[in-house]
């Protein structure tokens, strides 16, 4: 069994759920826990409401998304220290809420497999390198005869006078 890319902890539902970036899916467990208002009514009742609907929740449990099933992930800040990274499906949006410098190695590590398909658990999460650039062709070696018969038709259209002909045309030679 391999090991998850990323393991963090995200505010989920009002619960922090333990969240593992896979290969090929995010999954995520959320604790099970007894609320506010359920402690209320078991106080409030002498422990009667406990005892009938019990001391568990039933939001408890795991949930998993496949990769493949995402159609895009954003960020937004919340707060001074976190960030919302909501990663959006075709039938529902999930979001994880993470501190500011793991919310961009959460969106870069599920962009990347999103569009590049597997990683590996050793490879640290970044933006894929730009491609180094081409150097410049050669300039093609250039035809002075072309040039010559090229001037001598711009001066039989018109287009140049003749000592701007005999200009160019010196210039020319004086390449060979």
């Known amino acids: 069994m391999t090991a998850a890319l990323l393991t963090f902890t995200s505010h989920i539902s009002g619960k922090n759920a333990k969240v593992e970036i896979w290969n090929d899916r995010i999954e995520w467990e959320l604790p099970r826990g007894v609320s506010g208002g359920k402690i209320m009514a078991g106080l409030a009742t002498g422990g009667m409401s406990l005892f009938a609907t019990g001391v568990q929740n039933g939001r408890a449990g795991t949930e998993m998304i ?86 001598e038709g711009l001066r039989q259209g018109g287009i140049l006078t003749q000592d701007e002909f005999d200009t160019k045309k010196a210039e020319i030679l004086a390449r060979m």
């Open 66 to 151: 496949p990769i493949r099933s995402i159609s895009s992930v954003t960020t937004a800040r919340d707060g001074f220290r976190n960030t919302v990274v909501s990663v959006i499906t075709t039938g529902n949006t999930i979001d994880f809420r993470v501190s500011h410098a793991e919310a961009a190695n959460v969106k870069a590590l599920l962009q990347q497999l999103m569009l590049g398909g597997p990683v590996a658990a050793t490879t640290p999460v970044s933006t894929p390198a730009a491609p180094a650039a081409a150097p410049a062709p050669a300039p093609a070696p250039v035809d002075l005869g072309a040039q010559l018969q090229q001037l």
